[in-house]
């Protein structure tokens, strides 16, 4: 079964601050990889993907990840944060073929807090 | 392209009764998922929707049911509220007839059983 793992329910960082969410995947299969953004209120916006091209991939609002296959993760980086960056960050994987198409698996979640 | 629409935003329900929420994807998407999201259990998948059948289902009691019309809108029924439905219920739409894999979310509706 797929599964996604979110280290840090809680991450703080200063304004201008290198701000680091971890995400490790378990998976037997190539995986598909997205990080989504949740403000309050809101649905999930989704910031980047990894589909199997660039193993860097960057996405909106100056955010990118890199996909490391030896390690299982695929965590989520902004060499500066913003005081607008404060949010709810999720990770989550899916898997080619038709079972697993339209079925998103996501880890707890991580809160971001950017202090002045 | 307008984006993914839920309605109502927000519903308060009492214990038994059942509610519908609705979700109209993003134009040429056909793909629709379901997720319910509580503070205890995070977000869950409920079921997707494609060409009108349903073609993948989580783990939810037979009360979580659905359904997709011929222009893709969706539907999501639950019968015999429990407090414990009260949660965030979010659909997202996909382009599945072009094999892209990323889901666009809507806004979401709130639902408050008492």
């Known amino acids: 079964a797929q599964s996604v793992t979110q280290l840090g329910s809680h991450v703080s960082v200063s304004e201008g601050a290198l701000v680091l969410l971890r995400c490790n995947y378990s998976?037997?299969?190539?995986?598909?990889l997205f990080w989504y953004v949740q403000y309050p209120n809101q649905g999930l916006q989704l910031l980047l993907k990894y589909t199997s091209a660039a193993t860097l991939v960057k996405g909106i609002n100056g955010f990118e990840a890199e996909f490391k296959k030896s390690e299982t993760s695929f965590h989520l980086t902004k060499p500066s944060a913003h005081m607008s960056d404060a949010a709810e960050y999720f990770c989550?994987?899916?898997?080619?073929?038709?079972?697993?198409?339209?079925?998103?698996?996501f880890g707890q979640g991580t809160i971001l807090t950017v202090h002045p | 392209k307008a984006g993914v629409t839920q309605t109502p935003r927000y519903l308060i329900k009492t214990r038994g009764q059942q509610v519908t929420l609705s979700c109209s994807p993003i134009?040429?998407?056909?793909?629709v998922s379901w997720y319910q999201q509580t503070p205890g259990q995070g977000l869950q998948f409920l079921f997707e929707y494609f060409s009108e059948t349903q073609r993948n289902k989580g783990n939810f009691p037979g009360r979580f049911s659905g359904r997709q019309f011929s222009n893709s809108r969706s539907e999501m029924n639950v019968s015999t509220l429990e407090l414990g439905d009260s949660a965030l219920y979010l659909c997202?739409?996909?382009?599945?007839?072009?094999?892209?894999?990323?889901?666009?979310f809507g806004p979401g509706t709130r639902l408050t059983v008492t």
């Open positions: 998976s037997s299969v190539p995986p598909y």
């Open positions: 134009s040429g998407h056909r793909s």
């Open positions: 997202a739409s996909s382009d599945r007839d072009s094999h892209s894999y990323e889901q666009y």
């Open positions: 989550a994987v899916t898997y080619s073929g038709g079972t697993s198409y339209g079925k998103l698996t």
